[in-house]
């Protein structure tokens, strides 16, 4: 029996958390709870795996970005991957020729569409066991046709045939005079020969001039200027470990100084974890997130811009007050408030997820299409009055503190939408003794009872006491009883 009581409470606690639950109290701002780009609390990702073609490698230290293109129908697709630090990569980087064929292993964001590498092979390598050899010319025989190759003071002679394959950018193909003692290359050698016959050497780099450039590479920043006109914005780049100063590849910049990114019919605009943005929703002083490629004039045409200060989910949890409505200008100013200084209870969750600010007020436009409710019934702007509790639902700038709804949910500061004509514990103690018996009515009540279901004044306390001490004196005669029973 003992077990029976245990499991019937227990079963009885998860209805009263449930019902407890349902009682969530607007917020602001949100988005539409139904909503999956609503509910998002951070950027989504899908496991994929990738076979394609290597088009570009901006460095082979960790991290690094290459652009992976794959040609699965005939309609080629170029990848941005990032490879972090702590990605399994095999073998070296710095045997990789543009061109070999790469496996990634990653999470593809479902927002940006770049993928994070877990692990990546050059099956160019892997697969033939060809040798890869990384370095900087020291010396040139055209007669002998040879090549002296040198990385961390190993020197190594590369043969050089008919059948190999010579790159100098732009000469493709290029022959051994072509090069120059000092180049960068690298090269790849043909499987089973004991004299280092190469298959292709490639120049990488001369001095200053780079020959074969990663010209893609995303990063951060803030955004100082934009020209509405030209379609260009002025990003103050952040501090980003892809951007480091001692990086020849790094065409992008460092820290701290201002690029110019262009837009075209071609560039992407997202919001914070999903949705879409425009040029014109962009705001000076939001953060961005860009994947662009670098253009021979320095600036960079975007194919993708995040925008991570527009925003549109329903996590927010914060209680706002109407401070005040102007109807000529379709607007509302709301001031967020933490949640003991507003009446009521909500259901907190995600907690700290938010990152609005709370120390300023505001501004909350609405058009003839937004849908307004108040006290869950429907509603006009009429209907809002300054004190109001609300949730909106729409396309946030936190840049701006600038809420474009869609859909406004207003509760009446005095609206109690549990008011019943009964308190709620009086009802779960009639449920519970129907259930159980009076004996542990009190008990249950006592231990399990929501926050929300204190709704009686203080006399109708008073009256509860007294009713309760009528109900204690019944209940010892009922033990008594029941105990008599029991014996």
Known sequence: ??????????????????????????????????????????????????????????????????????????????????????????????????????????????????????????????????????????????????????????????????????????????????????????????????????????????????????????????????????????????????????????????????VTVKVDEHTKFVRKYKGEASLDELTVGDTLFVVGRVDDDGTITARLIKDESIFKRGVARHLGKIKAIDTAKNELTVELALRKELKGSIHAQNEGVSRIDTSVTWKVTYTDDTKIKKNGKEATEADLKVGDIVRVEGVANATLHTVAASFIHATSADFHPLKRERPLKEIVKERIETAHGKRHAEDIVREQEPEDAEEEDADEDEDEDDDEDTDESDEDEDDDSEDEDED
């Open 1 to 258: 029996m003992t077990m029976t009581i245990v499991l019937k409470r227990s079963w009885i606690a998860a209805c009263l958390a449930l019902a407890a639950a349902l009682v969530v109290l607007p917020v602001l701002p949100a988005a539409a709870q139904d909503s999956a780009e609503a509910e998002a609390t951070e950027e989504t990702t899908t496991k994929i795996e990738l076979k394609g073609q290597l088009i570009e490698l901006s460095s082979t230290d960790l991290p690094t970005t290459i652009v992976v293109r794959v040609n699965p129908t005939g309609a080629f697709k170029d990848y941005t991957v990032e490879v972090p630090v702590g990605a399994e990569v095999k073998p070296a980087m710095s045997t990789w020729i543009t061109g070999d064929s790469l496996k990634v292993e990653g999470t593809l964001n479902d927002n940006t569409l770049v993928v994070t590498a877990r692990e990546v092979k050059d099956l160019s390598l892997s697969l033939s066991g060809r040798e890869g050899v990384n370095g900087w010319v020291k010396a040139i025989d055209t007669a002998a046709s040879t090549m002296t190759v040198t990385w961390k003071e190993k020197d190594t002679v590369l043969k050089v045939t008919g059948k190999t394959h010579l790159v100098v950018p732009p000469k493709n193909p290029a022959v051994l005079a072509d090069f120059k003692v000092g180049d960068r290359v690298r090269a790849r050698l043909v499987e089973g020969t004991a004299t280092n016959e190469a298959s292709i050497i490639v120049a990488l780099r001369r001095g200053d001039d780079i020959f074969l450039k990663a010209r893609t590479r995303p990063f951060t920043g803030t955004l100082k200027a934009i020209d509405e006109s030209a379609k260009t914005l002025t990003v103050e780049l952040a501090a980003d470990k892809r951007l480091r100063a001692d990086d020849v590849n790094n065409l992008v910049g460092v820290p701290g100084e201002l």
